[in-house]
C-alpha cells in the first residue's frame, strides 16, 4: 500500500503565499506521476497541476502563480502558491499514479485526504 499525505494548507489573505507537501510513502518502486487537484465548496474536483518524467505543467488558471516541483529522493511533491485569490480556495489534494515495489501489486493510483487552503479577501 501507498500513503500520500499533505500539509500546508491554511488562511492566508489574498496577495499572500503557501507551499502544499505531499509525501508518499510505502511499498513505492516508482511514482510515474504526481498531480495537485483541488475542489471548492460545491463544485468539482478539478486539475491544478502535474508532473511526469519530470515534465511540469499547470492549469492556465494558476500559471504564473502556482509552481509545482519535485523531490524523487523524498517522494515529496510541492505546490508553491503565490499571489493566491479568494477563488482559490479549496481542499487540495494529492494524487499519485505509483509502480508497486510488490510485483503482484503492479501499478495503482492514490489519493490523499486533502490539506484545506482559505484565501481571504
Known amino acids: 500500500q501507498v500513503q500520500l499525505v499533505e500539509s500546508g494548507g491554511g488562511l492566508v489573505q489574498a496577495g499572500g503565499s503557501l507551499r502544499l507537501s505531499c509525501v508518499a510513502s510505502g511499498s513505492i518502486f516508482k511514482i510515474n506521476s504526481v498531480s495537485w487537484y483541488r475542489q471548492a465548496p460545491g463544485k468539482q474536483r478539478e486539475l491544478v497541476a502535474w508532473?511526469?518524467?519530470?515534465?511540469?505543467n499547470l492549469v492556465d488558471s494558476v500559471k504564473g502563480r502556482f509552481t509545482i516541483s519535485t523531490d524523487n529522493a523524498k517522494n515529496t511533491v510541492y505546490l508553491q502558491m503565490n499571489s493566491l485569490k479568494p477563488e482559490d480556495t479549496a481542499v487540495y489534494f494529492c494524487?499519485?499514479?505509483?509502480?508497486?515495489?510488490?510485483?503482484?501489486?503492479?501499478?495503482?493510483?492514490?489519493w490523499g485526504k486533502g490539506t484545506l487552503v482559505t484565501v481571504s479577501s
Open positions: 494524487y499519485a499514479v505509483v509502480v508497486s515495489s510488490r510485483p503482484s501489486l503492479g501499478t495503482l493510483a492514490y
Open positions: 508532473a511526469t518524467n519530470s515534465v511540469t
